[in-house]
DNA sequence: GTGAAAGCGCTAACAT
DNA sequence: ATGTTAGCGCTTTCAC
């Protein structure tokens, strides 16, 4: 192999769209309409056009066709905490619907840093980007300003219900429904003394799921006394520990509904540890249908998360925010209740 | 609140370096270098600047920036699996690296259509990408070609080792050692029939893994039999099938290597259906750390992927290539073996 | 220390 | 059907 000089190591600039037109001997302005396909061409320069990019290898420069488009096709994923175990999944389905519509996908975490999101919400204003998918309650408060001013912007949330109406377009389930129906599926097990491990306190989908818990409760003539509602957080270990207390001072309830499956995993894995078994001594049901959720020991009852409906739905509703300037507005998607054995006494 | 007209709602155009040059009395060059901090400028005019854009809610809009700069603080993320659940940990530390250094990600799930990596291959020439990292084993063919070319393209593979040396940056662990580190321990343990559930034999990831395997029972003095191997897939039911077959023709093996921890869940809960007791009937081991596996029952003795490490590094690895010219070269990253009772007799 | 001007690569209005 | 031209918003010489 013959010696290159360091230079020729980075390969020459890579050709641009005069250079193309150059080569299929057409200006700039007919390379760009028989790329696009655009009408007033015919046939046969399309084709030699399209022939040249491709022996040259040639890609539009998405920076100059944004800037001069004023429009990205890219829209921005704000993901509150990537540890959730729904978002593999979410995103995956989020990335597929994009690609399909022609957008890529940018992605942000915003945990680490509070003012993160507010760089991108300038970056939208400023054009560097098409629209958010908040996959979370959470919204920059530059944002809602912004909305509460009358703005109307390409922004939807999904994967977290709408904490009142605050004027952003949302993909969401019924959350205090699905929790009512876990609940009242374990008041029809027989089951009397229905606990709740619910999630932070503060969380919206830990107070609906909360509700839910309550109103399925009253609706059987139960009682939600305060010895079955442990606050916990939404991890595994949070749902440990409260497996290794519950119970401790007064006497056991015969199930739990935690309010996701991973406070659920731990939950089992903390009574187990105390020699309770599941279902037989007490009965276990999570939310959201993880995968591993399945293959518990034993299989978790839960709901499941319409995650890529979510993914999907979310993802047409933004472009259509984005491309038709269409109103906003909540979509509800349905739930479903799956029942394993974690809360049927064999 | 008083009625707008429909265009009102779409908020004036938002500012450009033109717009607070006006309002801060200066020209747009200026604004440029007091919002970049570069030298000769007073710090009376920089603060004035800084004062205007920050009321005007400027942002900088990042495809004139880019168009002009050549260079986009833009990587992209190949993914080959989304499912992984190595991902959301180790999306988040990428994230969280690259946010660290100035740069955003764009995500691209590639396991869905072929030709869109190749599509992101033109993109990183033309410019629109400043680097990639892969994290897989997979690099799009056109790549290759242009690197055995003889071009220094700032990619990042992890995750997965180098198949063979092909000119493209790694941040990997010794898959074969840390294989040879499980069953090394198995064997310690007493276990003498130790077989391998491996994964996709094709996948590079699991012919180091078998090869850990082979090479520690060999040095244990222990036979490898075509019955202590099977071949299955890196998914739970994977797992869950192996479980329910494993020693129906032949004696059951008294340890089982799994290739990654989710074949381990599978495996184990198959094991279970059919009322083998792990580990005092059989042991299993697993390979990956998933967050799930300390809280398993029993919990999983595995090998932890230093996740975090990895999105560290190859994130450095890649802005130094990108920014620097650095050379392409190969980081080993530390693997630490984690025994639990999934392994251990009691 | 600051401003004027050019140009990054592209698309669209207008001319031919 | 195709070419010419202007300009998207920014950074960076080069003058002053």
């Not at 507010?118 to 204003?125: A, F, G, M, P, S």
């Not at 830990?206 to 916990?232: C, F, M, P, Q, T």
């Not at 499956?261 to 105390?274: N, P, Q, V, W």
């Amino acid at each position: 192999m013959p010696k290159r000089k360091a230079e020729d190591n980075r390969l020459a600039r890579s050709p641009t769209m005069a250079d193309i037109a150059r080569i299929a001997g057409v200006s700039a302005a007919t390379v760009s309409r028989a790329l696009a396909g655009l009408p007033p061409i015919t046939e046969e320069t399309r084709l030699r056009v399209a022939q040249a990019a491709k022996e040259a290898g040639y890609a539009v420069n998405r920076h100059a066709r944004s800037l001069r488009l004023k429009r990205s096709k890219v829209m921005l994923v704000l993901i509150p905490n990537l540890a959730n175990p729904n978002f593999p999944d979410l995103l995956m389905h989020i990335d597929r619907a994009a690609y399909d519509c022609g957008y890529d996908i940018m992605i942000a975490h915003t945990a680490i840093d509070p003012h993160r999101s507010d760089r991108y919400v300038d970056e939208l204003l400023a054009g560097g980007l098409d629209g958010v998918l908040l996959t979370a309650n959470y919204c920059p408060p530059k944002l809602l300003e912004r909305i509460s001013a009358g703005a109307r912007l390409p922004i939807v949330r999904t994967l977290s219900p709408t904490p009142r109406p605050d004027g952003i377009s949302g993909v969401q389930i019924d959350e205090e429904k699905a929790a009512y129906d876990v609940v009242d599926h374990l008041a029809r097990q027989g089951y009397r003394r229905i606990a709740h491990l619910g999630g932070p306190p503060k969380e919206i989908v830990a107070i609906a799921r909360k509700r839910g818990w309550e109103k399925a409760l009253s609706d059987h003539g139960l009682d939600a006394g305060s010895d079955l509602y442990v606050s916990a957080g939404f991890l595994i270990n949070d749902g440990r520990r409260a497996g290794a207390e519950l119970g401790r001072s007064t006497a056991l309830p015969d199930a739990i509904f935690c309010s996701n499956d991973e406070s659920a995993y731990g939950l089992i894995a903390g009574l187990k540890e105390r020699g309770l078994r599941v279902p037989n001594d007490i009965a276990v049901a999570g939310f959201d249908d993880l995968s591993f959720s399945a293959v518990l020991d034993p299989p978790l009852t839960t709901v499941r998360l319409p995650r890529r409906e979510m993914a999907e739905k979310s993802v047409w509703k933004l472009r259509a925010l984005i491309e038709e300037d269409t109103p906003n507005d909540i979509t509800i998607l349905e739930h479903e209740l799956l029942i394993r054995s974690s809360s049927i006494r064999n």
